[in-house]
């Protein structure tokens, strides 16, 4: 509720002074203090207090304050001092009312100034804190679209790094097929070589001209063709189960990007990772497992596949021309421990701290996305473990991978 | 403005003493209740103080009866100067008729001279009045100072040259000035004061009786 509020300054009159005063108390000291029946009358003749009938010959006193005459005293009596005295005390008490009005009134008036002023503020802070609001949604929703790039760009890093892997692999696998099919293509021309010359002899046979036959017999030395047959088919076999096998282990990397868990054998993946492995360091390295009996854990093989993978790959990178790799797998404490280990060239202590940062790469620039080991610890984690290393350069590196049972 | 009662016969203006803390508002007003003569003189109120400084207002109520019987009332009021105040300062300078600044001579106070009278100007807008119209008078206070410690004469004049307002010195401690600046401010009223309520017309009172009525000559 808003009052309009009285100006401090304005002028009082007689009754205004006198509201809100003991008027019954104050008539009794003045009818003590006159000794008798008296009136307090405005100077337009209201009566303010005191006897209600006017007196037939009274006694006044004027009432003054600030400057003019509010009213009078009057009495019965003929004391004249008395009642001028009373006058006086009555004065007093009116300007005593008049300063506490001012003050109040006065008081009043900056109050609500101030309050207005403050509402003013108010209004204005008001107005701001929308604005910050706002401002504050818009920053938030261009946070999200900025998170949601970097997501982006982020899992497009990581495909970058999958797909880098399975590059280095394809092209480990394609030599590794190379190699039995080349044997198995030459051991197929020189047994269409021996079938050709059977087909002659054949024919020389069914003729009967056996001098002709035994003349061919020897010049194509079909005694050692006979022994090399079964040789070369035998070896061509062999060749042939060979590339099987590693068909069979490219598949372990089809799954990638499987999300539904399985329960595995670890050693089984650990096994697997080394063959695939095995074709690229065979001429410079000797692959050692010692692998330990392991419990069967629910996880997502495929993307513990590309763990152990990456690691081989690291080692297999490092490693001298004579080298040596170490997988070795148990149970310490609840958990399963495997150890890949070379006796490569080793990590500076100084990078040490940094290698499972994203996009540290010790490589020149291209050929290491410097994801690899970052994408190792974030599925080691994903699966509740944790991957740590040691290293000392020029004596070699052990990656060790917890994970844990059950 | 000025107030008319045609009931009473009275007319009542306001007269506002303002500036700096400290630069003798009140001592003015105590000043002028001692020189000033007047057919009716009241006493002056002093409504609330602190350490010797005003905290709500003094008032000094003056007048005299015009050849009509009209009677003329001036109250005259001091405002709070320390700067905490200014809601006060802002309702005592409502309807104000008239201005005093009181300026305080000394040297070191030429900034707080100059915030209180941006204060005055600020306030005078802020009530509705016209700064350009309202009748104002600047006394230089503290004149009886020892020289080397309050601004000269010259100083100060050549400071206000170029503003519109008559100047005046004065030691109101002493006495000296303070009834010259009110005579100043008195002939500035006089004249919006006769245009309102016709004086000069209708209650026979010129603006020489008029300074001389409220003076007391």
Do not use: W
């Given at each position: 509720m808003e009052l309009e509020p009285h100006t401090f300054d304005r002028e009082f009159d007689l009754a205004e002074l006198l509201a809100g005063m003991p008027l019954a108390r104050m008539a009794q000291i003045l009818a003590t203090l006159l000794a008798g029946e008296f009136r307090l009358v405005t100077?337009?003749?209201?009566?303010?207090?005191?006897?209600?009938e006017p007196f037939a010959q009274p006694c006044h006193a004027a009432i003054r304050h600030e400057l003019e005459t509010l009213g009078h005293l009057e009495s019965a009596s003929d004391g004249e001092a008395r009642l001028s005295a009373a006058a006086g005390m009555v004065e007093l008490v009116l300007q005593l009312s008049a300063r506490y009005r001012m003050a109040a009134d006065l008081h009043t008036e900056t109050v609500q100034e101030d309050y207005a002023a403050l509402q003013h503020q108010h209004a204005a802070l008001k107005e701001s804190e929308a604005r910050y609001k706002t401002l504050s949604e818009e920053l938030e929703e261009r946070v999200r679209q900025q998170v949601e790039t970097l997501e982006t760009a982020q899992r497009q890093l990581y495909q970058a790094e999958k797909l880098a892997s399975i590059g280095q692999l394809a092209a480990g696998v394609a030599h590794e097929i190379n190699n039995p099919i080349g044997f198995i293509r030459s051991n197929l021309s020189t047994a269409q070589q021996y079938v050709r010359n059977l087909e002659r002899l054949a024919a020389l046979m069914k003729a009967g001209d056996m001098a002709q036959f035994q003349a061919l017999w020897n010049e194509a030395d079909m005694a050692f063709v006979t022994e090399d047959f079964a040789a070369l088919l035998g070896e061509s076999v062999a060749g042939a189960d060979r590339v099987a096998k590693i068909v069979a282990d490219l598949k372990g990397f089809?799954?990638?990007?499987?999300t539904e868990e399985e329960i595995v054998n670890l050693n089984d993946n650990l096994r697997f990772a080394c063959n695939v492995i095995a074709g690229q360091i065979k001429d410079k390295a000797e692959l050692v497992l010692e692998l330990g009996e392991l419990p069967r854990i629910l996880c997502l093989p495929g993307h513990l596949n590309q763990v152990f993978l990456n690691l081989l790959l690291n080692a297999a990178q490092s490693l001298p021309d004579q080298g040596r790799i170490k997988v070795c797998s148990d149970v310490l404490n609840h958990e399963i421990r495997i150890l890949i280990s070379d006796n490569g060239c080793g990590i500076p202590e100084g990078n040490l701290d940094r290698?499972?940062?994203?996009?540290?790469?010790?490589?020149?620039?291209?050929?290491?996305?410097?994801?690899g080991l970052t994408v190792c610890r974030d599925i080691v984690q994903a699966h509740g473990g944790r991957i740590g290393v040691e290293s000392k350069v020029g004596a070699g590196t052990t990656f060790t991978v917890y994970l844990p049972v059950g | 403005m000025a107030e008319i009662d045609e009931v009473n016969r009275k007319i009542t203006l306001k007269l506002v003493y303002y500036g700096?803390?400290?630069?003798?508002k009140t001592t003015n007003l105590m000043r002028l209740h001692d020189l000033l003569a007047p057919d009716l003189k009241g006493e002056v109120m002093t409504l609330e103080t602190q350490n010797d400084r005003t905290l709500f207002f003094d008032l000094l109520p003056l007048g005299f009866r015009t050849p009509s019987g009209w009677l003329v009332k001036l109250k005259l009021f001091t405002v709070?100067?320390?700067?905490?105040?200014d809601a006060t300062r802002k309702a005592v300078l409502s309807r104000a008729d008239g201005v005093v600044f009181v300026a305080d001579?000394?040297?070191?106070q030429s900034v707080n001279n100059a915030e209180a009278f941006q204060n005055l100007e600020e306030n005078v807008q802020r009530v509705g009045l016209d700064f350009a119209s309202v009748p104002l008078v600047v006394q230089f206070n503290?004149?009886?100072?020892?020289e080397a410690q309050i601004l000269s004469e010259e100083e100060v004049r050549a400071r206000w040259a170029q503003a519109p307002w008559p100047l005046v010195f004065s030691s109101a401690l002493i006495g000296e000035g303070v009834k010259e600046t009110f005579a100043r401010l008195l002939e500035q009223v006089y004249p919006v004061l006769d245009k309102f309520c016709a004086l000069q017309e209708s209650?026979?009172?010129d603006r020489q009786s008029f300074v001389a009525a409220v003076t007391g000559g």
């Open positions: 100077v337009g003749g209201q009566l303010m207090l005191g006897r209600a089809s799954n990638v990007d499987q290698i499972f940062d994203p996009f540290f790469t010790t490589r020149e620039v291209g050929s290491g996305t410097g994801l | 700096p803390a400290q630069s003798g709070p100067g320390q700067v905490a105040h001579s000394q040297r070191t503290k004149r009886d100072l020892p209650h026979g009172v």
